[in-house]
Nanobody, 122 residues
Framework: QVQLVESGGGSVQAGGSLKLTCATSGYTWSTRCMGWFRQAPGKEREGVARINTRNSSTEYADAVKGRFTISRDNAEMYLQMSSLKAEDTAMYFC?????????????????WGQGTQVTVSS
C-alpha cells in the first residue's frame, strides 16, 4: 500500500502563489508515476501535472502550463503554483500509479490522498 497526504492549500488572491506538498509513505517504490489532480464543485476531477518517478519527466495540462511546476524528492512531491487564477479554485489531490500508461485518466491511478483546498479570489 501507498499512503499520500497533501498539505499547503489555502486562500490566495489572483496572481499569487502557493506550494502544495504530498507526503508519501509505504510501498512507494512500486509506483512509477505520480500526479496532481483537481476537482472544482460540480465538475469532474481533472489531471493537472504528472511526473515519472524513474526519469523525472513531466507532463502538464494545457490550463496550467507555464504557471505550475511539479517536482519531487525522496519522500515528497510538490506542486508550485504561480500566477493563480480564480478558475484554479478546487480541491487538489495527490495520486500515484504503478505504471505510467494512462495519462491523466483518473481510473489509471491506484492511490489517492484526501485532498487540500485551494481558493483563489479575484
Amino acid at each position: 500500500q501507498v499512503q499520500l497526504v497533501e498539505s499547503g492549500g489555502g486562500s490566495v488572491q489572483a496572481g499569487g502563489s502557493l506550494k502544495l506538498t504530498c507526503a508519501t509513505s509505504g510501498y512507494t517504490w512500486s509506483t512509477r508515476c505520480m500526479g496532481w489532480f483537481r476537482q472544482a464543485p460540480g465538475k469532474e476531477r481533472e489531471g493537472v501535472a504528472r511526473i515519472n518517478t524513474r526519469n523525472s519527466s513531466t507532463e502538464y495540462a494545457d490550463a496550467v502550463k507555464g504557471r505550475f511546476t511539479i517536482s519531487r524528492d525522496n519522500a515528497e512531491m510538490y506542486l508550485q503554483m504561480s500566477s493563480l487564477k480564480a478558475e484554479d479554485t478546487a480541491m487538489y489531490f495527490c495520486a500515484a500509479q504503478i505504471y505510467c500508461d494512462s495519462g491523466f485518466r483518473v481510473d489509471g491511478f491506484q492511490y489517492w490522498g484526501q485532498g487540500t483546498q485551494v481558493t483563489v479570489s479575484s
